[in-house]
């Protein structure tokens, strides 16, 4: 079985001095606001892009902080060290393995934006693998004068040579897309051409397309997103392609992807009516679409041995069935027995989580079902096979207490990709034969910061409700407990999100390397715990998800290993919603903010870009219960002309174009009408990420890091 979505759901995405009684309020207590949302206002210019009152305004305030953390001495050390790490050719170059072949997109000082670039399995277990290259998107950016940023590429089913290779301009949610020829290593001369747009699409046949794009004027869901799903036919125009699926101008959106069962292609589409509720269609060759029957909160996550992979968001009944499924299951249904019927039939179990765990991936080989699953915010990987009606599982012997994600998997083989890595512990990574339970690691980062002195220790802190939030510590072996060492407390809380151990270089270069500490808040609105996690901070109960992040800097701070004047908080995106409401919630808890392209206008954040997109994880603001609530929590709103706040640096792109910059512009704006200091860098390109390569990548981590340690290293 194959599967490809090209765009998936939950990428539209696309993170004490105090009075005890003063924190103790349950989720459901409500939360005082200084200000109401009618006075707080910043001007609706901020929302124009590229806009020239907008951009003169960006500007200014780049400059009065690059002027400020480029003149200290830590910011070229940083900057210098960021760019050693991140230009490595030592670094692993992870690849895709399929069709004997190992694919790899590569970046590095003499490859800004990348090559993508193909070796056979037997070169790349070579310490010093030769590569050939098969597209140059330096080259590309240079003789065309863009600023390209590679974005992948989506190819045939039943011809893997044939390609849609996704270019972005600065990094931006939205591609241009050209047909390109894997064999030949060159774009298709009068071959399939879209125009830049939130485009998904997959390969009908060799000759056809399924696309969804911007067909003209309310073609695209208030989202953003193509909901009109047209054939397109080899040599066709735009014009003449043919609808075969409409959803609703509502919606999300409406996405395309092909998979093979029993040696042959079914089209389908996947409706997305929110992030969080989708409807799964067959196309069949004649006559209409045909929708799946399973619940609209579950996702597909492929066929094997004819059986369909289903996880659960809810507890589910099958209709005419006995048996009863809990949300987090993982279940099977038969395939053909429903193509025939348009029934199920027998529906059975394959995995069930236990109240601490949750399933964290899928992958299907040749003859293997492959399951990663989240344990106490810790991976471990099964193998599951299908005989005789009944599914059989055991455990790979990977290391334990490690972050495990399978990086490559595909159903021509049974050869997986499996990375390992911890807070101190460099990447590793193993070729896996899930037939055999065959392990060889192959490859590893050599270690980028010094961590032989490091200890990482995982708690619980108690939220307002009781619930236990798992957080990890990492710091240098013998630190005083007296309150006095900086500290850097991050988290993301939302989407179903989780943030597990992860090794980062430049983290440890530019931070536990000078004495810094490191926390990592498992908060609720993630995934560690599965659907329930997620669920408990949703929409009007999203105060927990903010008392969870208090709670464990309240927690480290009763541990005396640092106090507010030592701590920072730092998050982006879902997570720099987070920090503004870090900021004025809690602002005597942290003498530093970091706030990367964050939402923080919850009022009209629905008519931003993507925004719209997000009404299920965060609420309505027309729908009165849900704006009365994000009225209380809405940073932009909670602003106290006369209050004490920490420093904040916001972080954010002119070219993010799924989280509006406007965001943090506004807040700036309102703080800087009210006297409040700020740190303000938008990069001119960058995209949601805030950087479109790797030099930028360098300097904007080196503007935090100075940052901080400005704040905290006193």
């Known amino acids: 079985m194959k599967l490809k979505m090209i765009v998936t759901v939950a990428s539209l995405s696309l993170l004490s001095a105090c009075n005890p009684a003063d924190t103790a309020k349950q989720a459901n207590q409500e939360v005082q606001t200084p200000m109401t949302a009618s006075i707080s206002e910043a001007p609706l210019w901020l929302e124009e892009v590229e806009g020239e009152q907008a951009l003169t305004k960006v500007k200014n305030w780049n400059k009065r902080t690059l002027d400020k953390l480029t003149s200290d001495p830590r910011f070229s050390q940083y900057q210098q060290a960021a760019l050693n790490i991140v230009n490595a050719t030592d670094k692993i170059p992870y690849g895709t393995y399929r069709n004997d072949m190992v694919y790899n997109f590569w970046q590095d000082e003499n490859h800004v934006r990348g090559v993508l670039r193909q070796t056979s399995l037997a070169e790349y ?3 010093q693998p030769q590569w050939q290259t098969l597209l140059d998107i330096d080259a590309l950016a240079a003789a065309e004068g863009k600023n390209w940023v590679f974005k992948g590429t989506t190819c045939a089913e039943t011809n893997d040579n044939l390609c849609m290779v996704s270019l972005s301009d600065g990094g931006k949610d939205a591609v241009e897309m050209r047909e390109w020829n894997r064999a030949s290593k060159s774009f298709v001369e009068n071959g399939f051409y879209l125009p830049e747009a939130k485009t998904a699409l997959s390969w009908n046949s060799t000759d056809s397309l399924h696309v969804g794009t911007n067909w003209g004027d309310g073609m695209l869901t208030d989202s953003g ?17 043919v609808t075969v699926f409409s959803g609703n101008k509502t919606d999300v959106g409406v996405f395309p992807y092909a998979v093979i069962h029993q040696d042959k292609q079914l089209n389908m589409v996947v409706r997305a009516i929110t992030f969080y509720e989708s409807e799964y269609y067959w196309l069949p060759e004649k006559g209409d679409p045909v929708q799946l029957p399973i619940p609209n909160t579950a996702s597909i996550n492929g066929i094997f041995k004819g059986q369909l992979i289903l996880s659960l968001k809810q507890d589910w009944t099958p209709q005419g069935s006995a048996s009863s499924f809990k949300s987090g299951d993982l279940v099977s249904f038969d395939m053909q027995n429903w193509l025939q019927n348009n029934k199920i039939g027998a529906v059975q179990l394959v995995y069930q989580p236990d109240q601490r765990a949750t399933l964290d991936g899928v992958a299907i080989t040749a003859s293997k079902l492959v399951l990663n699953v989240l344990e106490n915010v810790v991976n471990n990987i099964y193998v599951y096979d299908f005989n005789d009606g009944n599914w059989q599982h055991n455990k790979l012997a990977l290391p334990d207490n490690s972050t495990m994600s399978v990086s490559s998997a595909n159903d021509d083989s049974d050869i997986i990709f499996v990375n390992q890595e911890n807070f101190v512990s460099q990447d590793t990574l193993y070729q896996v034969n899930v037939s055999n339970a065959d392990i060889v690691a192959i490859k590893s980062t050599p270690a980028r910061f010094d961590a032989a002195d490091l200890v990482v220790q995982q708690y619980f802190a108690s939220s307002t409700d009781g619930e236990k939030i798992p957080y990890f510590v990492v710091h240098k072996q013998g630190i005083t407990l007296d309150g006095s060492n900086p500290t850097l407390q991050y988290a993301y809380g939302g989407f179903e999100v989780s943030m597990k151990p992860s090794y980062s270089g430049i983290l440890g270069k530019n931070w536990l390397e000078q004495g810094g500490v490191y926390v990592l808040a498992n908060i609720r609105g993630g995934g560690e715990y599965g659907p329930a996690w997620h669920q408990a901070g949703l929409k009007t109960k999203r105060q927990v998800i903010y008392d969870d992040m208090i709670a464990v800097a309240e927690d480290i701070i009763a541990k005396k290993i640092t106090s507010p004047e030592h701590l920072g908080v730092m998050g982006g995106s879902n997570g720099g919603l987070l920090m503004g409401v870090m900021y004025t919630q809690r602002p005597d808890l942290w003498n530093a903010v970091v706030c990367q392209v964050p939402l923080l206008d919850m009022l009209r954040y629905h008519t931003l870009l993507a925004g719209a997109s997000w009404v299920g994880e965060y609420g309505s603001p027309d729908i009165p219960e849900e704006r009365a609530f994000l009225e209380k929590i809405s940073p932009l709103h909670n602003i106290d002309p006369k209050g004490e706040y920490p420093a904040i640096f916001f972080v954010t792109s002119t070219k993010d174009d799924r989280v509006h910059p406007a965001h943090a512009r506004k807040m ?4 800087e009408q009210y006297g409040h200091n700020f ?13 479109a390569n790797l030099q930028e990548t360098a300097k904007r981590t080196a503007l935090e890091y ?7 290293m006193k």
Do not use: C, W
Not at 679 to 691: L, P, V
Not at 706 to 712: A, D, E, G, K, Y
């Open 125 to 127: 277990r070579k310490a």
């Open 706 to 712: 100075t940052f901080l340690s400005q704040q905290l």
């Open 225 to 241: 997103y193509p909901y009109v799903i047209k054939q397109l036919q080899r040599g066709q125009s735009l014009d003449e392609a």
């Open 679 to 691: 740190e303000y860098y938008e990069n001119i390109d960058g995209g949601h990420s805030a950087a």
């Open 668 to 671: 700036a704006y309102m703080l």
